[in-house]
């Protein structure tokens, strides 16, 4: 053998071992190959049967969840047996007073310790001035909005997830909409990483054929405006599931649990970051007047 093919021969050997040494790493998935589980749950101020919720929650496994009137008096318990799942949480502030018979209620987001990282998150008030607590002058209760900035850590998905609870009135539930939406917008300048990747969820009080719901996602218009907002950006997660899987009472409605005939609880989505593979209102109450809801979400590359 001539003696430069022996020199090649050797390089080749010098660079499989090197190699077989300091393995190249695997590259991180690319963004938008991720799927995403959420779950909005109205727990009612009264249920005391915080070990069922846990239950139930972990039954569905949910990625995230965010549930409404969850009072001080809940929140110790909440907060320890749904981390006893393995889930994180973010409480945000308390809606209302130092009682929970005045509503001193929170909307907190549960997220999979596991699996996510927490990039930001706050709490506002659905008010003329959202960033002190406060309310509209009609508003029955003080209302909030809880918020959270997520990202997957093994895809490097973001995406952002606003948790609230609107009021009865639609003359108020209008007006609260739209401090939403501008705060959402907000968040979302502020996130540019989770730009379309937008998720609210919510016991909203009105259901998807009311005209303030049309405005919500750009369909239609409410007391004579139209959503210059957000314009057609978000979309109800049932109205363009792949799949709708209906619980136990063949229905999709989820309010109250044990005859439901309202879809008071949404989860809207931003079509341009998610396709969504189904849409679930399950049978499990976990001791609730309204079924949890949950959205199987594809983020979009």
């Known amino acids: 053998m001539k003696r430069r093919h022996l020199r090649l021969l050797s390089m080749v050997f010098v660079l499989m071992f090197a190699l077989a040494a300091f393995p190249i790493a695997a590259p991180v998935s690319a963004s938008g190959t991720g799927s995403l589980s959420v779950m909005t749950y109205n727990m009612k101020n009264t249920n005391t049967g915080i070990t069922g919720i846990a239950n ?7 990625d995230v969840v965010g549930m409404q009137e969850v009072t001080n008096l809940h929140w110790a318990l909440l907060n320890a047996a749904m981390s006893g799942k393995g889930y994180n949480s973010v409480r945000g502030e308390y809606r209302g007073t130092t009682s929970w018979t005045q509503a001193n209620e929170c909307n907190p987001i549960f997220y999979k310790a596991s699996k996510f990282n927490l990039h930001n998150y706050g709490t506002f008030w659905l008010s003329d001035t959202p960033n002190v ?3 509209f002058s009609d508003s029955q209760y003080y209302r909030i909005c ?5 990202e997957n ?16 009135a639609t003359t108020t539930i209008f007006k609260q909409e739209k401090v939403l939406l501008q705060r959402l917008l907000a968040i979302e300048q502020n996130a540019p990483a989770a730009h379309d990747n937008l998720i609210i969820t919510g016991d909203m009080n009105m259901k998807n054929n009311y005209a303030i719901f049309k405005y919500i996602i750009g369909t239609g218009p409410a007391y004579g405006e139209t959503n210059t907002i957000t314009g057609t950006r978000l979309h109800e997660s049932r109205q363009v599931a792949t799949n709708i899987v209906t619980n136990s009472f063949g229905n999709c409605y989820s309010h ?4 439901p005939i309202e879809d008071f609880d949404h989860i809207v989505i931003c079509r341009a970051g998610f396709n969504c593979t189904t849409y679930k209102v399950c049978s499990n109450a976990a001791g609730s007047d309204h079924l949890p809801v949950v ?7």
């Open 56 to 62: 139930m929650v972990a039954a569905e496994n949910p």
């Open 133 to 135: 607590k406060s309310k």
């Open 153 to 168: 850590k093994t895809t490097h998905d973001y995406f952002i997830q606003l948790n609230t609870h609107f009021d009865l």
């Open 146 to 150: 809880t918020w959270v900035v997520l």
């Open 256 to 259: 109250p649990s044990d005859n």
């Open 295 to 301: 959205a199987n979400l594809q983020f979009k590359p």
